[in-house]
């Protein structure tokens, strides 16, 4: 089976391409723009492998696209091309709308011409998988209620606002032209090669760094949190295993508050790696102006693929969060240059007035 992944020198694409080439019956064409978070270092472990290759090139590319679909007679397509950070969202959203939304579209477009030149047997078999966000479902109390794959759309951040639009032309191409599609909407994922710019990996260097740790506000909004190679083994099943037209939700089932998650990082790190003359890590948290927008809480229900897919997680948040921290500690080969050289903790994200579009350095 043929799989090709867009954005997989991303952060969930490359944990994607490790997890599949780990199956020799399947072949891997990675294609990737490279913008600033794309990382072919994240990719070292299968870069000679025998069942995996690379693709420069942009989604909003049809040409391109469908050169690759033709020449590696791509039997399943895995969209996980985007723009992904809310704070980079605010200061700029037109790559957003660009890469998210008509990137999208052109993708479907080759997809759809490639779909329409198959035989009838593989024409059956084709998936087009496009992997989302919990975020384009909004806002949720903090008294209860979960994300289920019928909960109306509200985005609230031009990011979740460009991956809802993104949703809904997939859905379309399969209703209007028959396009075979499969959809899932996730939590936070965290996990190894996490680009610094995201609350865990960023805290975790910040930590080693000395630096203070930044908490939005009072530090209680609550996330869904999903160790990423769980989140990889369910997009192979919903990919190879989901019905066409159908969307499913995928979830770790352990919700934390922003401080929480920050609190538990000190809290291995005071053992792990711990401070001169016994100071704690958590004296470094600093508690910062909110997000813009900032929604309270996220929480999925994943009963759908647990039920109809055999799907669920391995890592509790704190076995995943343990590994996590472990990895960077060991793979300051991995993250060092982008400290260096790319992202080195600066605040992003902030805006002076409603309307207007600003990034302002400061805490992260």
């Known amino acids: 089976m043929n799989f090709l992944v867009t954005g997989g020198a991303g952060f969930i694409g490359s944990a994607v391409c490790r997890h599949l080439c780990a199956n020799p019956a399947y072949h891997v064409t990675n294609l990737d723009k490279l913008t600033y978070a794309g990382n072919l270092a994240s990719l070292r472990t299968i870069e000679n492998a025998h069942n995996y290759k690379f693709a420069q090139a942009d989604i909003c590319d049809e040409r391109a696209v469908l050169d690759i679909l033709q020449r590696d007679e791509i039997d399943i397509v895995m969209n996980l091309a985007a723009e992904s950070h809310v704070d980079r969202s605010i200061d700029g959203p037109g790559a957003f709308i660009e890469t998210n939304i008509v990137g999208t579209y052109r993708v479907l477009n080759s997809a759809l011409e490639y779909w329409r030149g198959l035989g009838e047997d593989r024409k059956a078999r084709f998936r087009f998988h496009h992997v989302s966000t919990d975020e384009v479902f909004g806002d949720l109390p903090f008294d209860g ?81 999903l160790f990423v190679e769980d989140h990889a083994r369910a997009l192979e099943l919903v990919a190879t ?124």
């Open 145 to 225: 209620g979960m994300f289920v794959e019928e909960t109306p759309y509200a985005p609230s951040s031009p990011y979740s606002a460009s991956k809802a639009a993104s949703d809904h032309l997939v859905r379309a191409w399969h209703e209007t032209y028959g396009l075979p599609v499969v959809l899932s909407n996730c939590s936070n994922n965290y996990g190894p090669y996490h680009f610094p710019e995201k609350l865990i990996p960023l805290v975790i260097l910040n930590a080693l760094d000395e630096k203070p740790l930044p908490v939005y506000g009072a530090g209680a909004n609550v996330r869904d949190w």
């Open 241 to 364: 295993k989901g019905q066409p037209g159908e969307s499913y939700n995928v979830g770790g089932n352990s919700e934390r508050t922003n401080l929480g998650v920050v609190e538990t990082i000190c809290g291995l790190l005071d053992i792990r790696r711990p401070r001169s003359r016994g100071r704690r890590y958590r004296d470094l948290i600093s508690f910062v102006t909110d997000r813009p927008g900032h929604d309270r809480r996220y929480a999925i229900d994943a009963s759908k693929i647990s039920r109809d897919l055999g799907w669920a997680p391995a890592e509790s948040f704190d076995s995943g969060l343990a590994r996590t921290v472990d990895w960077f500690l060991d793979n300051k080969w991995w993250w060092g240059p982008i400290r260096e050289q790319r992202y080195a903790g600066e605040r992003l994200g902030q805006v002076q007035s409603r309307g207007q579009v600003e990034g302002r350095k400061g805490a992260a």
